[in-house]
Structures are given as structure tokens and as C-alpha cells.
């Protein structure tokens, strides 16, 4: 398996958006050709893909993806992990683990001492991914303005 920093918008990456992000969110539209090369063209805006072995000759599918955010404050580099998903077919064999640690060894690279990501308590399994991955639970709250 392999986790790859994509740095150019194609097709094979707008048809992986339009197969995963409906399995993130039901209420988000997938992006168009020209809003995924919008998006991978963002300053401090970092897309990982995960693929599977491929077998000889051939190339794996994109199984999973996640989004690293990251961005500049008076106190320092921040980085935050948003969007993490991984194909019905694909979970359960370490494509999410790949996928965070591959953020969070990029995040340190890039200066940042803190990751953070947030995700409900519903989603036990994320959760336990993101303990495994040496995230740890902080006591605070989250609050999100919404326009009517």
C-alpha cells in the first residue's frame, strides 16, 4: 500500500472524488474538474491518497483520502486534518493509519507542533484510528457559526 501526496489535479483524481466524497458526507456535492484543480492548487492546502499493492503492471485504484490543512497565526504553524475517508471496500486494513500518519509526519515537516482534527463520538471506529495514531482527546468545545 501507498500513500501519495498529490500535487496536480486529474481525472483519475476527480473520479476518486466523486466516488469517496459521497461516502463522507451525504450532503456534500462531489467537485468539478475545475474545483479539484482549485483545491490541490491552494497554498498550505495538502491532499494525501491512499492506494493499495497494484498488481505487476498495473496501477492501484485511489481507496482513500484525507485533507491537510495548514496555516500561519501569531503563535505558529497550525495544521488540521479534515476529510478523512477510506472506501466501504478498503476499511479495517490500515488505509486510514497510513493516511494520518503520512499528514502528521508532513505537518512536522513543515514546522507545525500540533495536529488537530475533530470527529464525532459516533464514529467509534475513526476514533479509535486517531488514538492509535497518537492523537489524544482534549477537553474542549467546538462551536460553528452557520448562516441561516
Known amino acids: 500500500m501507498t500513500v501519495e501526496l498529490v500535487t496536480t489535479s486529474s481525472p483519475e483524481i476527480v473520479e476518486a472524488m466523486e466516488r469517496l466524497i459521497p461516502q463522507l458526507s451525504r450532503s456534500a456535492p462531489a467537485l468539478t ?3 479539484c484543480h482549485a483545491f490541490i492548487a491552494q497554498d498550505g492546502v495538502f491532499l494525501f491518497v491512499f ?12 481507496l482513500g483520502m484525507l485533507t491537510l490543512a495548514t496555516f500561519t497565526i501569531p503563535t505558529g504553524l497550525r495544521a488540521w486534518v479534515e476529510d478523512v475517508v477510506v472506501d466501504g471496500e478498503a476499511r479495517g ?3 486510514g493509519q497510513a493516511l494520518v500518519e503520512a499528514a502528521v509526519e508532513h505537518a512536522g515537516k513543515l514546522g507545525a507542533r500540533t495536529v488537530d482534527l475533530t470527529s464525532r463520538p459516533s464514529r467509534e471506529a475513526a476514533n479509535r484510528l486517531y488514538r492509535r495514531a497518537g492523537f489524544k482527546l482534549r477537553e474542549t468545545n467546538v462551536y460553528r457559526y452557520a448562516k441561516a
Open 33 to 35: 474538474a475545475e474545483q
Open 93 to 95: 486494513q490500515g488505509a
Open 51 to 62: 492506494r493499495p499493492e497494484a498488481e505487476a503492471g498495473q496501477s492501484a485504484p485511489i
